[in-house]
Structures are given as structure tokens and as C-alpha cells.
């Protein structure tokens, strides 16, 4: 049997929901993601601190900040496309293993609600303790610990079928 073009791998890791994955399979995905949202982040922080400067400071049109705000749309669509990309990695896994495949959505959600109090938190602190937050980051953390182990350290695979 003829090996699969790199190109062909990755679209049957990130783009089908079809098929099984083993857990070295599913470290390779999320690692990949991962590094990916690494190197966009690193972008995000040497582009911050273009948000904060008042027009005293800057004139009405700017092109740094036009370009800042630019990358922000681009790393919003990364963002969604690699948590749509962990999803559908993960639902392989799930089903290699025998677990229900609804699980897969569950780190994409918590991490942005997470999110969504880190941002919303500081507004509203009269009416929102910073407990809601520490208390979402800790549901964050052991849907994140449950996964990794679950899906890449555990060895559960069910057998093949004969």
C-alpha cells in the first residue's frame, strides 16, 4: 500500500471527523496546533503594545495600528480553525479509545469561557469576584488534564475488529 502524501495526512487529521487515531498520533496534531498558536502568540505580543496609545499620541490614521488590528482578525480565524482543526483530531481519538465523541468539544469550550471571564471579570468586578475566574481557570485545568490523559497518555485503545 502507497504511503499517504504529507498534504493528504494532515487533511485526514484536521479536516475529517472519519477514521482512528493512535495516541502518537494525537501528541503529532496537537503538537502541531500547538506551535502553531505559539508562533502566533509571540506575533500577538510584539503587536500589543501598538493598542495602547492614544490619538495625542499617534495621528487619526496610523498604519502600525491598522496593521495591528489587521493580525487580530487573522489570529481570531487561526484561533477558530485550530479549535476546529482539536475537535475533529480528538473525535479520532475518542472512537479509537470507545469514548463518547461529544467529549471532544469539551477543552475548545471551557477554554473559551475561561477567556470570556478573563475579559469580561475586570469590567464588572463590582458585581464579579475574581473567584469565578479562578475558579474557571481550575475547570480549565482538569478538562485539560483529563484529555492528556485520556487521549495521549492512557493506553486504551479498543482491538480492531475482526
Not at 504529507?6 to 502518537?24: C, M, P, V
Not at 499620541?57 to 482578525?73: F, G, K, M, Q
Not at 479520532?92 to 471532544?104: D, M, P, S
Amino acid at each position: 500500500m502507497a504511503q499517504p502524501s504529507a498534504r493528504a495526512y494532515l487533511a485526514f487529521l484536521y479536516r475529517s471527523e472519519t477514521g482512528l487515531i493512535s495516541r502518537k498520533e494525537w501528541w503529532l496534531g496537537v503538537s502541531l496546533l500547538l506551535g502553531l498558536l505559539l508562533l502566533f502568540e509571540m506575533g500577538w505580543l510584539a503587536l500589543a503594545p501598538q493598542t495602547k496609545r492614544g490619538l495625542e499620541e499617534r495621528a487619526l490614521v496610523d498604519p502600525w495600528v491598522l496593521v495591528t488590528y489587521c493580525y487580530v482578525i487573522v489570529f481570531a480565524l487561526v484561533l477558530a480553525v485550530c479549535g476546529i482543526s482539536f475537535i475533529t483530531l480528538s473525535i479520532k481519538r475518542l472512537r479509537a479509545i470507545g469514548r463518547l465523541q461529544a467529549l471532544a468539544g469539551l477543552v475548545p469550550l471551557v477554554l473559551f469561557l475561561t477567556s470570556a471571564l478573563h475579559w469580561l471579570q475586570p469590567r464588572v468586578n463590582e458585581v464579579m469576584d475574581r473567584f469565578w475566574v479562578w475558579g474557571m481557570d481550575g475547570v480549565l485545568i482538569l478538562c485539560l488534564i483529563w484529555t492528556c490523559v485520556e487521549l495521549g497518555i492512557r493506553q486504551n485503545d479498543r482491538p480492531e475488529p475482526n
